[in-house]
Each structure stands twice: as C-alpha cells, then as structure tokens.
C-alpha cells in the first residue's frame, strides 16, 4: 500500500497582491527520505538451527532478533521465542514465519507504525495491500495466521492488551480453496521419468530425485535433507529414513526408486560418505557435486524441467501449476487409485488426520461406477427356476 499525500493547498485572497517578475526555481528539496535498504534474513539454504552447540532457543532468538531488526524495528523479540520454539519443528517454518513477520514489520514501519501500536485496522489495511499487490489467497491467510500467532504472544507476555490481540484474531482471512496443487496421472508421471535422459551425472541424480518424490510420496524437506546414510536394505528391499513434519521418523520402502537411487550413489561415487548429503547440488562447473544438501527451490525447478520435456505444460495445468508438491498429490491418488484404502494412503503420507488425506484424493465421475462394481451383492439363481 503506497502512502497517501494530500496535495490540496489552502486557498487565499488575490486582492492587493504585487505581481512579481518571473525567476526559475530551485529543484523541489525531497519531501520524504528514501526508504531504508532491506537488510538480507537468513538464506533460504541456511541451515541456522544446525550447527554449533548453543541451544535451539538461543538460534531462534538470534534469527528472530535480525528479523526484527531488519524491519527497523526495537520490538521485544525474544517474547515470542517460546512460541516459535514450541509450535514450529521445522527449520524452513522458523524461517517463513520471521519473513512474514518482518514484511508486516516493515510495512508498519512505512507508515510509522511501532509494532506495539498495531491495532487491527492496520492488520485490515495490510490484507488490503497484499491483496492489491496480487499477492494469492493462500499467501494472505497464511500472513494473517503468522500476525495473530504472534499478537497473542505479545498479549500473554502483557506487551499489548487482549482486546488488541482478540481484534487482531478477528480479522478475516480470504477464502482459499484447500489442497489446489493439481496432480499429475499415471500416464503422465511415467512420461515425466522417461522424459529425464541418463547421460551425465546430473541426470541420474535427477531420475534418482524424482523417483524418490513418487515413489514414497514424501515433503520436499523430508528428501532434501536426507543423508547417504539413511538409507538401508534388508537385502531384497530398500528403505530410505527420513524426517517428516514435526520431526517424525519414518522409513519409506523405495520399490522401484531404489534402482535409479543406487545408479546415482554409483556415478556419484558418494556412497562410502555416510554422514553426507544423499542429493547434492552440482558444481557450478558440472564437473562433480558439492558436499551440501540442495536448496529446497531446485526439486521445484526440475519438475517444471521435466513436466516440460514430456510435453506437460507445468504452468497451465490447474490453477495454481505443476510443483514439487503436486508429486506427493500424485503418489496419493495413484495408490488410492490402485487399491490403497485411505487408512493406508494417510499412514503412507504421514496424515495425523484422515481427513486430511481424503482431501487430497481428486474425485472423477468414474468412481461411482468403480464403486458400485465393488458390491458384490449378486443373484446367482432362485428356488425353483
């Protein structure tokens, strides 16, 4: 939302007015000084919350503290550390949370607004803002939920009054439909693979990613920040451990994954490495890997990648176009599709809720017929006939 400047000017008499001769003027001084730079968060790829041995409290303190700061702001951060700590698992989460909270800082600020003084017509003000700066539905509401979480907090620690915090709560967020990511079928899943060549290194990482995404329906974080050490086999199967949302351990059985998985440790030559990264990124030379995980945001470029060598535009199919994301959607429906029930697909997925699965199944005409061919309620002939 840009500032409004009253440009009226006060009206006055002409009479007795002397007529003086014309001289040019000087520049206009600037009325508004220019807008202070935006001082960098942690990168995206940062891993903050891993190393060294201070606790998980202290780094999220630090981060939230820079967050702050780079809005300019002097708000007391360190109150809502408990409830970063506690409702956040996730490293990623820590790290959207603080740029949302320093986006809404930094438009406070650029209307003078201290965070403390926040009321919820200004909360009103900036939905309006990022909904005229095109910003989705998805992308309000999950701004609006970051304010009131933390507007709360500030309220339990006494630093605003409830009422503040209570009107905060009741701002509402834009309707956003739920589970948009579209899917891919089975068809063009498999196209998509075949469409991944196997003639350089990167390729072959690129296929073993890939398969891993369908093959065990996992979140981009769980995949990325997987190690080579993390997978095992019984010695007819393969398993690969991962960390799932909210720190949860599970191990997904590769199937047909493994092959391609077991090429890449191959050519990679990175499979004594244990303790390293499983997917690695390329150097910038293609000559070999960099010992670190990928960015989160590479997975999500291959796909476009590849949905777009297999002849599937990635941008024009369903509303919001082909992601990383829409791999898990296809795993989920692919093995409903194929017999799963839904209480195995939400075990297979990680759902804590069932209904959260169910959401995820795309629904077509056709199931009612599937369904009704299910029934095995049959006359197979009368007494007497």
């Given at each position: 939302m840009s500032d409004e400047v009253d440009l009226s000017m006060p009206k006055s008499s002409t009479k007795g007015r002397v007529t003086m001769p014309m001289t040019p003027l000087a520049p206009p001084a600037p009325t508004a000084a220019a807008p202070p730079p935006r001082a960098p968060l942690v990168p995206e790829r940062s891993d903050f919350l891993e190393g060294g041995e201070a606790p998980a409290a202290t780094k999220v303190a630090a981060f939230l503290a820079q967050a702050f700061a780079a809005s300019g702001s002097e708000s007391p951060a360190q109150a809502l550390v408990p409830w970063i700590c506690d409702a956040l698992l996730s490293n990623h989460s820590v790290k959207a949370y603080g740029r949302d909270l320093m986006d809404f800082l930094r438009h406070m600020q650029a209307q003078g607004v201290t965070p403390l003084e926040v009321t919820a017509d200004h909360v009103k003000l900036y939905k309006r803002a990022l909904l005229e700066a095109g910003r989705t539905s998805a992308t309000v509401a999950r701004r609006l939920s970051v304010i009131r979480g933390a507007y709360k907090e500030l309220a339990a620690k006494g630093l605003v009054p409830w009422e503040t915090a209570q009107d905060v709560s009741a701002v509402k967020a834009p309707g956003v439909q739920k589970n948009a990511t579209p899917s891919l079928?089975?068809?063009?899943?498999?196209?998509?693979?075949?469409?991944?060549?196997?003639?350089?290194?990167?390729?072959?990482?690129?296929?073993?990613?890939?398969?891993?995404?369908?093959?065990?329906?996992?979140r981009v974080s769980a995949v990325v920040g997987a190690c080579v050490g993390h997978l095992e086999t019984d010695g007819v199967e393969h398993y690969l451990h991962v960390t799932e949302k909210r720190g949860k351990k599970r191990r997904k059985i590769l199937l047909d994954a493994a092959r391609p998985v077991r090429a890449y440790l191959e050519c990679a030559g990175i499979g004594e490495d244990q303790e390293g990264p499983l997917f690695r990124p390329m150097r910038p030379d293609g000559t070999g890997l960099v010992r670190r995980h990928l960015d989160r945001k590479t997975p999500w470029r291959l796909v476009k990648k590849y949905c777009a060598a297999a002849g599937i535009d990635p941008s024009r199919l369903g509303s919001r176009g082909i992601g990383i994301h829409s791999l898990r959607k296809t795993a989920i429906n692919d093995a409903i599709r194929n017999g799963a029930t839904m209480h195995e697909v939400r075990e297979f997925a990680g759902h804590a809720d069932i209904r959260t699965t169910e959401v995820y199944f795309v629904r077509r005409e056709e199931d009612a017929e599937v369904a009704a061919r299910r029934i095995q309620i049959r006359v197979t002939g009368r007494k007497g006939e």
């Amino acid at each position: 939302m840009s500032d409004e400047v009253d440009l009226s000017m006060p009206k006055s008499s002409t009479k007795g007015r002397v007529t003086m001769p014309m001289t040019p003027l000087a520049p206009p001084a600037p009325t508004a000084a220019a807008p202070p730079p935006r001082a960098p968060l942690v990168p995206e790829r940062s891993d903050f919350l891993e190393g060294g041995e201070a606790p998980a409290a202290t780094k999220v303190a630090a981060f939230l503290a820079q967050a702050f700061a780079a809005s300019g702001s002097e708000s007391p951060a360190q109150a809502l550390v408990p409830w970063i700590c506690d409702a956040l698992l996730s490293n990623h989460s820590v790290k959207a949370y603080g740029r949302d909270l320093m986006d809404f800082l930094r438009h406070m600020q650029a209307q003078g607004v201290t965070p403390l003084e926040v009321t919820a017509d200004h909360v009103k003000l900036y939905k309006r803002a990022l909904l005229e700066a095109g910003r989705t539905s998805a992308t309000v509401a999950r701004r609006l939920s970051v304010i009131r979480g933390a507007y709360k907090e500030l309220a339990a620690k006494g630093l605003v009054p409830w009422e503040t915090a209570q009107d905060v709560s009741a701002v509402k967020a834009p309707g956003v439909q739920k589970n948009a990511t579209p899917s891919l079928t089975q068809r063009q899943a498999i196209s998509m693979l075949e469409a991944i060549p196997t003639d350089t290194l990167q390729s072959i990482r690129d296929l073993a990613l890939m398969s891993v995404f369908f093959l065990t329906g996992c979140r981009v974080s769980a995949v990325v920040g997987a190690c080579v050490g993390h997978l095992e086999t019984d010695g007819v199967e393969h398993y690969l451990h991962v960390t799932e949302k909210r720190g949860k351990k599970r191990r997904k059985i590769l199937l047909d994954a493994a092959r391609p998985v077991r090429a890449y440790l191959e050519c990679a030559g990175i499979g004594e490495d244990q303790e390293g990264p499983l997917f690695r990124p390329m150097r910038p030379d293609g000559t070999g890997l960099v010992r670190r995980h990928l960015d989160r945001k590479t997975p999500w470029r291959l796909v476009k990648k590849y949905c777009a060598a297999a002849g599937i535009d990635p941008s024009r199919l369903g509303s919001r176009g082909i992601g990383i994301h829409s791999l898990r959607k296809t795993a989920i429906n692919d093995a409903i599709r194929n017999g799963a029930t839904m209480h195995e697909v939400r075990e297979f997925a990680g759902h804590a809720d069932i209904r959260t699965t169910e959401v995820y199944f795309v629904r077509r005409e056709e199931d009612a017929e599937v369904a009704a061919r299910r029934i095995q309620i049959r006359v197979t002939g009368r007494k007497g006939e």
